[in-house]
């Protein structure tokens, strides 16, 4: 599949916290992560403990929700970002390539002990009111 409209990367590039849904047992939780984005792999790296609600909420159900947004109350600026998609733990080579880009952008998390993790999309759809009230943007699929 191929990546999002350029738009899409520009507006989760200038960004830095995503918010996290994930569910388990019928039961939402949402939760704030700083991420990195990794253009040619199309994902999200974030850390986070192991024992956080919403790693062990995604160890029993990787399917999650994610959103970004651009705080603003004017409507002609309004641009956010709704996804869906996995949340899994990274191995082998994207280890090393998420962690290389995590560090990039948080240098102070060498000092920390945590857990990275992925979110790789399988539909964005943001709203860019810039191009046009209620305009949006789709990549992907829900299905």
């Not at 590039?13 to 949402?30: G, M, Q, R």
Request: charged share 20%.
């Amino acid at each position: 599949m191929e990546n999002p409209d350029k738009r899409i990367i520009d507006f989760i590039n200038e960004h830095h916290v995503l918010t996290l849904a994930t569910s388990k047992n019928n039961k939402a939780y949402c939760a704030n992560c700083f991420y990195a984005y990794i253009p040619d792999e199309n994902c999200f790296v974030f850390t986070s403990d192991l024992e956080t609600k919403h790693a062990q909420d995604a160890m029993e159900n990787s399917y999650v929700a994610a959103s970004i947004v651009l705080e603003t109350k004017t409507v002609g600026k309004i641009q956010g970002i709704q996804l869906t998609g996995k949340m899994y733990r990274p191995d082998n080579e994207l280890q090393k390539l998420a962690k290389k880009a995590y560090l990039k952008a948080f240098p102070y998390a060498a000092l920390m002990k945590t857990t990275l993790w992925i979110l790789k999309p399988n539909f964005i759809k943001m709203t860019h009111n810039t191009l046009g009230f209620g305009k949006k943007l789709i990549w992907g699929s829900l299905d």
